[in-house]
């Protein structure tokens, strides 16, 4: 009996200890800021139609054209994942290094390898004649050791503008059975 209230008061020091150690959820962590709102109405797009499969469909179309391979789809949930490996080499992280090697400051690790990864969420849009379509793409950078250096959104309106444009092309083509 004397060893279970040892272990049931060491159970609640360690308890009380680690809550202690927990921080709250700052302020304005749920707070959307005018970035926020821009970047959404980057990322997003409306059609002119209720078929959110046909839109998975010419979506999942238009990430392969764009080199991207699939990694998970779920038609019913509206919901496509896909990623696509691509070189990180900088000519100026590359500079930068043949410098600091010429010093004879050693070498240091300069980005080598991407993973862009885009995810796609398709929703009936509240009049519920139109889809709404939102997509976000994001890098992961590895360097010459073969550590994450960088873990980022991507927010180019122009990656945004080109998988946008292609993809309303591509839905004309499928609406039209083009």
């Not at 499969?53 to 949930?77: C, H, M, N, P, Y």
């Not at 004879?104 to 390898?113: A, E, H, R, V």
């Not at 379509?133 to 994001?138: C, D, E, G, P, T």
């Amino acid at each position: 009996m004397k060893i279970k209230k040892h272990y049931l008061f060491l159970t609640l020091f360690i308890t009380v200890f680690l809550s202690g150690c927990a921080t709250g959820i700052p302020k304005d962590a749920l707070v959307l800021t005018a970035d926020t709102l821009a970047e959404r109405q980057t990322q997003s797009r409306y059609y002119d139609t209720n078929n959110e499969e046909e839109i998975i469909s010419a979506s999942a179309a238009v990430l392969q054209d764009l080199g991207f391979t699939l990694d998970k789809s779920e038609t019913r949930l509206g919901f496509l994942v896909a990623s696509k490996d691509r070189d990180a080499t900088d000519a100026g992280q590359v500079a930068g290094a043949i410098i600091v090697a010429l010093l004879g400051g050693g070498s240091i690790p300069i980005d080598k390898n991407q993973k862009i990864r885009v995810a796609i969420i398709v929703s009936p849009a509240l009049d519920k004649e139109r889809t709404h379509v939102r997509a976000k793409f994001q890098r992961k950078v590895w360097n010459t050791q073969n550590q994450v250096s960088r873990v980022e959104t991507l927010n180019d309106s122009e990656v945004y503008q080109e998988f946008f444009s292609k993809l309303s092309k591509s839905v004309f083509l499928e609406a039209n059975n083009i």
